[in-house]
Every structure is written in C-alpha cells, then in structure tokens.
C-alpha cells in the first residue's frame, strides 16, 4: 500500500468527527418519513437516510436515481400533475389496471422498468406556489437530479446557482444530452442521435450491412451509471468537505468514455476504425455466431488451444492440422474459410444439443437467447433477477432485481413504481408539514395532483 494513502486512511480513522459530520450534513433532518410497506432494516441498505429529489423523466435520469433508490436512498419523484413521465404514455405493452375508478390501458412497461423504489410527486413548477414547494424540498434534500436543456430551470428558480443558496451541501446532477457547456450544449439529445453523432452506431450492425443501433437504448444506460456513480462520490466529498456541488453530466461524453478500446485504438494508430464487425471480431478467429438447426450460438475461440478444443466437440479434429488453420493470425487470413466450415457443421444439430456437447469443455460458449428467453434462463432465476411486486393498481407485477449482491446490505425492490401522484399527500404533509386545506387547495389550482 502507498505510504500516502496509508497515512490518509490513519487520519481517517482518527477523525471520529467524520461520523458526526455525516450525521449533522446527511441525516440533518428532524423526522424521517416513510410509509413504505415494508420497513428498512437498520444499517443495511448503503445509502439509507439519503434524500434524492428526481427531477428527470424518460430513461437516463429515472435510471440514474433508481440505482439510489435500490441501494436505499429515499427518492421523491417530480412528475407533471396531469400527463407525468413522458414514458407513462410509450406503450404497449401496459400492466393492466384491476378493477377500480382508473381509466385507460394501465401502466406503461417503459416507465415500471426505471421507477421503482420511489414516491411520485405530482406537481407543476409553473407556478410560482409549485416552485416553492421544491424550494423547501430542496432543503430536506441531499441530492436533486435532473435532465432539462441547459438553462432551463433557471427562469423556475431551480438551477443550481439558486439552490445552493438555499442549501449549500446540495449535490445537483444535471443529465444531458451534450453537457452545460460546448457547441452542441443547448442541442436536445436522444439515445440514439448521439450512438449515431458519437461512434457507436457506425461499428454497430453487421459486416458490409447498415449501421444500426443497440437493440437498448445504451447511452441512456450507461449515463445513468456514471451519474449515480458520480453522485455517490460527491456524497463521500461532502462527508469530508460539508460542500455540495454540480455533476455536469453528458450522454456524449459518456458515450466517447465507453468506446474504450475502440477508441483507444484508434488514437493510437491514428487510422480509420475497421467499422462494424457483427459479432465476428477483427482479431480473433474463430469469434461470432452461427446458424443452428433451429436458432444460433455462439463460439469464442481466443486462442490456438480453444479452437483445437472447438475442432474436437464438433467432430472435426483435422481441422486443427489444416495449414490454413494452425494459428490465429492463419485463421483471421482464411476467415471465411473456417467460419463456413464450421457453420456447415454447425447447422445439422440444435442449439440444445451443440450446449449439451459443449457443455464441460472449457470453450467459451453460449446460446443466442429472445428476451423471453433471458428472464426465464435457470441462471437468470438462479440469481434472483426477476422479482415480484404487488403493484397498488394493477396487482402482482414483475420487475427485473437490482444486479449487485452485497454480502452485508440488502439493495432490491422495496416498492413499486408510483401512480402518478400516489404520495403528494404524504410529502405535502408528513415532510413538509403543509395542512390538509392548503394540500386541497393546491390540487385545486391545480399546482399539485
């Protein structure tokens, strides 16, 4: 271990103050509130205590705070009183609504998918009544996320130059398509226009075939996970620091971070990429999938030693001798050579039986699995990633698990995403302390829902 690091973690240690911060800077508040039905065991969730106002809709931002909500953190919603997240509307498919006073086709999937373990507030900061319900949420709250155009929330008195007036430890994150600042700043930006402007959807799709994008939406992904990764580490700052700060985060620049060895190839060659590979690989041979008697699977033969143990479970040992063959750099020369000898090979049989053949063998393998598929693989099961909620409208729904596994804490899904305005009632009163007239006359003027 560095002598430094040594040094700054004893320092740490003899700092007994540090808890005492925390406890003064992120548990501040008076009361805690919570009506979730089923209570948070004590110590065992790692960001229990924390407050995240979500002021984001559609998939970046909702995924973003979803992660905090599943590792405990308390997460109040913003939604527009009347229509919500734009995702309530992108569908089908729609849980369907039990019977009751609800009207319409149910709950959107798209927006179960990123909304769980959260409170929706239903409220318009078009008002200025609205804007200072959020004023003195920002208050009681640790983190606010949101994903408007630059500028935007500044004619609301919401942009974080306000807010850290209001609340100084305040850690804003702002989710955007092309960040606060550059020529591109004030554009608005989807998924899949900056996979299109920033690289990815040109080394994506098949070899000599169109580019295409990912089959999920994985810029909005992975600018979810850096964001809540972000924000986790500006909560550790504040811990040592009392200060907040902003979190200028882009889907471009997130999209450029995970190019990764694509991109680092290409600086370092200073040449024009090799486009789009499929799921061959332009280095390794044998690397793609192949047609079965009645799907696909896919071989990884990353050295001389695997294809030879790929030449033997599919019957054909010789081709291991073949001077074509012998090595990798043989074999990415021959390509088209040994891919349809193996697909010729490949096709008598089904993707069942050529799992069962390679089962035990050492090879890197795998089938080519539907999405139905995947949620009801053994191992998918096997690992807990498929949950089930009782949903308030719509009975028992299933939702994909929180991926991590923690040996100590226990992140999963506590709660169903929210109807839209499901918990206006208990922030207004519980947490904000506003009376039962004011909250009727607000719904009324139609501020809140």
Known sequence: MHATFRSQIALVAQRPSLQQSIKSSTFRRSRQWRSYSTPLPDGTLPLQGIRVLDMTRVLAGPYCTQILGDLGADVVKVEHPVRGDDTRAWGPPYAKYKDGPQKGPGESA???????????????????????????????????????????????????????????????????????????????????????EMGLMHITGSRGGDPVKVGVAVTD???????????????????????????????????????????????????????????????????????????????????DRLFGVLCDRLGHPEWKEDPRFLTNSDRVKHRAEIDGLIEDCVKQKTTQQWLEIME?????YAAVNDIQGT???????????????????????????????????????????????????????????????????????????
């Not at 009632?425 to 909250?439: A, H, M, R, T, V």
């Open 110 to 196: 798209y927006y179960l998918a990123v909304n769980r373990n959260k409170k929706s507030l239903g409220l318009s900061f078009a008002h200025k009544s609205g804007v200072d319900i959020l004023h003195k949420l920002v208050k009681e709250c640790d983190v606010l996320v949101e994903n408007y155009l630059p500028g935007s929330l500044k004619k609301y008195n919401m942009d974080y130059e306000t807010l850290r007036q209001i609340n100084p430890s305040l850690i804003y994150a702002s989710i955007t398509g092309y960040g606060q600042t550059g020529p591109y700043s004030n554009r608005a930006g989807y998924d899949v226009m900056v996979e299109a």
């Open 221 to 303: 992904l992975t600018t979810g996970l850096y964001t809540s990764n972000a924000i986790m580490a500006a909560l550790l700052a504040r811990a040592r620091t009392g200060k907040g700060q902003h979190i200028d985060s882009a889907l471009s620049d997130c999209q450029v971070a995970t190019l990764a060895n694509i991109a680092s190839s290409a600086l370092i060659s200073g040449q024009k990429d090799s486009g789009r590979w499929g799921t061959e690989h332009p280095s390794i041979v044998p690397y793609r999938s192949y047609q079965t008697l009645d799907g696909d699977i896919l071989f990884g033969g990353g050295n």
């Open 360 to 364: 035990g063998s050492g090879m890197p």
């Open 375 to 449: 949620l009801n693989h053994a191992h998918v099961r096997a690992r807990g990633m498929i949950t089930e909620v009782d949903h308030p409208t719509c009975g028992p729904v299933k939702l994909v698990n929180t991926p991590i596994k923690y040996s100590h804490a226990t992140p999963g899904v506590r709660t169903p995403p929210p109807t839209l305005g499901q918990h206006t009632d208990e922030i207004l009163g519980e947490l904000l302390q506003y009376g039962k007239k004011e909250i009727s006359q607000l719904k009324q003027d139609g501020i809140v829902s």
